[in-house]
């Protein structure tokens, strides 16, 4: 792993443009030019339908169907094939979502392991050791060998961002990531975010409706009809 | 492997429909088995059993063949018609019947020759008469075609050759005359010659149509019966090494000697017209069942997908390719091929057992007592492969589509 230097430019997007087709032609996103530096917890706030979930899957490179240039830690993603991206993705970026998307037949501890057996790198012993690592440094170590089904919400969320966690990503993005917690566990996935940028270097990039946790995140970047304003 | 993982625990949380999935597949290879090990051990029974009453091929003087009438001798540039012409009179005699046997002797295709000569005669028994034949043989030659030993059911072919007035009777015959072993029966030929011979022997083909008309005796008594001379013969019966040769070695035979000479398949057209049918039959039955059980792994990957399609939407968000997605799906549906052929293949073998053990009574007609069940690796195997190749093409298409799902859909959805 690089090693992570605090204020370098890890995400850059130039002139990023969208259209929805369905049901008129409509310009979503403007020409969008965004820099994320290293280690920065960045909030994307707006009202509905400003695109700030649309510019979101762009930079996920989930969504390809898109005019401008995205570059995540260095490299130039446009017009990279999808399984070329789905394996920069693998390395790369970590997910977290309003709803946690564990896989319900695995325990939390497999959810974790998922991406690391995945990328491969390290021996399955090894990704198990590290997974429950992670686990630990969510608090949810003794949840490990549950199904993900029969965890509570704030724990699979805890769980989700171990998951997100495990191949030491470049950038963790999340959609709306408390938006379906209560305030006690929103309060605590907010702790975690914050302390895993200040200590840890993680850059975060979340698209939030959450007012206060905007507002106390690093940066916020606000999205109204297609532009950053 | 780590999709392999994830297929496994796909199947193995929802047991109750991964079972039922199987079992689709194991009824159709199940029924496909013990339907064909019948049906082929029906054939090879029929075609053992026309092997047993008709030689390879049979050479005969067919004196009701068109022949050209004396009018196109005499008048050989005239535009001659006959009408309902008469067969000639002329014995069904085969001129030259032991050159015709030693030619066919040293014929390197033919694994045995034998000449006889039949006859229409009546059997009286007391008050008891019945039509039938008597086919003069030599015995022994008659058993290397035939295998006559083995049907013997009183009495040895040896005392035939031994005993000039002697006959070995099917067993249908001797029945309805309430004659047995060493029994003397009275007969009558067409031309009103009567005469009296000692059962030495009882044979049972199986087919009625034979056990119950057809006697053997020695040539020369048949011979003197029918009031001929030694060189009477009516039919040569030929046994070959390869029996598929009949077909093209017969019209040899015919242009060669002049006479008919008509091979097995043509002598048993409706028999094995029979077989024929048979095999459609098992097929388009079976391969009904396959496509049916295809359908049902079709319906339950497509509803597991249905389920599924979230988890797909964040295994992609994390890195898997759509190949990795559809090799997930993919390989459930070949577990579940391979294990529900598997245990067809087992239910298979296991009725095609309980069949080959339910008694059958063939009646009069036919001597059979079980139904013949043939046991044939060949058919296991189609079994398995047609098998797994169905379930694969079902868990393709769902697969494939599971592939194609777009992440983003799935996941702004919410």
New interface residues.
């Given amino acids: 792993m690089e090693t992570p230097v605090k204020g370098s430019s890890v995400l850059k997007t130039y002139k990023i443009t969208k259209y929805f087709h369905e049901p008129t032609k409509f310009q979503v996103l403007k020409e969008i030019d965004l820099s994320v530096n290293r280690g920065e917890f960045l909030s994307l706030v707006g009202k509905s339908g400003c695109g700030k979930?649309t510019l979101m899957?762009i930079l996920?490179t989930?969504?390809t169907d898109y005019e401008g240039e995205l570059e995540i830690a260095g490299e130039r993603l446009t017009g990279k094939n999808?399984?070329y991206l789905?394996?920069?993705?693998?390395?790369h970026i970590g997910?977290v979502?309003?709803?946690h998307?564990l896989?319900?037949?695995?325990t939390a501890l497999q959810n974790v392991m998922?991406?690391a057996?995945?990328?491969?790198k390290i021996s399955a012993q090894e990704v198990e050791d590290k997974a429950f690592e992670k686990l630990k440094m969510l608090g949810v170590h003794d949840q490990a060998k549950k199904r993900s089904s029969k965890l509570s919400g704030g724990q699979q969320q805890r769980v989700a961002i171990a998951?997100a966690l495990i191949n030491d990503p470049d950038i963790i993005m999340g959609?709306e990531p408390t938006g379906n917690l209560d305030s006690y566990n929103s309060n605590v996935v907010f702790d975690i975010f914050q302390e895993l940028t200040h200590r840890y270097n993680q850059t975060i990039i979340a698209v939030t409706h959450d007012e206060e946790f905007a507002q106390r995140s690093d940066r916020v970047v606000e999205m109204s009809d297609g532009k950053i304003i | 492997m780590l999709v392999f993982d994830i297929a496994k625990t796909h199947l193995t949380s929802k047991p109750k429909q991964t079972i039922v999935a199987m079992l689709g597949v194991t009824f159709g290879i199940g029924m496909f088995i013990a339907m064909v090990s019948l049906m082929t051990g029906l054939n090879r029974w029929t075609e053992e059993l026309t092997m047993t009453s008709s030689p390879d091929i049979h050479i005969y003087n067919d004196i009701t063949q068109e022949r050209n009438s004396i009018l196109e001798a005499v008048n050989v540039n005239g535009l001659n018609k006959v009408h309902h012409q008469k067969p000639k009179n002329e014995p069904n005699k085969l001129r030259n019947a032991r050159e015709m046997v030693n030619i066919l002797q040293k014929d390197k295709r033919i694994r045995g020759v034998a000449p006889t000569l039949s006859s229409q005669v009546f059997y009286n028994l007391g008050p008891v008469q019945l039509n039938g034949t008597i086919s003069g043989v030599d015995i022994l030659e008659e058993d290397k075609l035939f295998d006559l030993r083995s049907k013997m059911k009183a009495g040895n072919l040896e005392d035939l050759k031994a005993n000039n007035d002697g006959i070995i009777m099917g067993k249908g015959l001797a029945k309805k005359l309430s004659a047995v072993l060493g029994d003397r029966v009275v007969m009558t030929t067409p031309q009103g010659y009567t005469i009296t011979l000692k059962i030495v022997g009882i044979f049972q083909m199986g087919i009625g149509t034979i056990d119950n008309i057809r006697s053997y005796a020695n040539i020369s008594t048949v011979q003197t019966i029918l009031q001929q001379d030694q060189s009477y013969i009516t039919d040569i019966n030929i046994k070959l090494y390869d029996l598929y040769q009949a077909k093209t070695i017969a019209p040899e035979f015919q242009r060669m000697f002049k006479y008919k000479a008509e091979d097995w398949e043509t002598a048993n057209a409706t028999i094995l017209m029979g077989v024929i049918i048979r095999n459609i039959l098992t097929y388009s039955v079976s391969i009904t069942l396959l496509v049916v059980a295809g359908f049902g792994i079709y319906n339950i990957l497509n509803m597991t997908i249905y389920n599924k399609m979230k988890d797909i939407a964040i295994l992609k968000a994390m890195g898997f390719s759509g190949r990795d997605v559809k090799y997930v799906f993919m390989i459930q549906s070949i577990i579940i091929g391979v294990l529900g052929s598997v245990a067809g293949l087992g239910m298979g073998f296991g009725l095609s057992y309980l069949i080959s053990l339910a008694p059958f009574n063939g009646g009069d007609v036919v001597s059979l007592d079980h139904l013949p069940v043939l046991f044939d690796s060949t058919y296991y195997i189609i079994g398995i492969v047609f098998g797994v190749v169905t379930t694969a093409l079902a868990g393709y298409m769902p697969s494939r589509k599971a592939a194609r799902i777009d992440p983003i859909e799935i996941l702004r959805g919410q």
């Fill in positions: 979930s899957y996920s989930m969504d999808q399984n789905a394996a920069f993705r693998n390395s997910f979502f309003q709803f998307y896989l319900p037949e695995f998922i991406p057996l995945k990328l491969n998951r959609d």
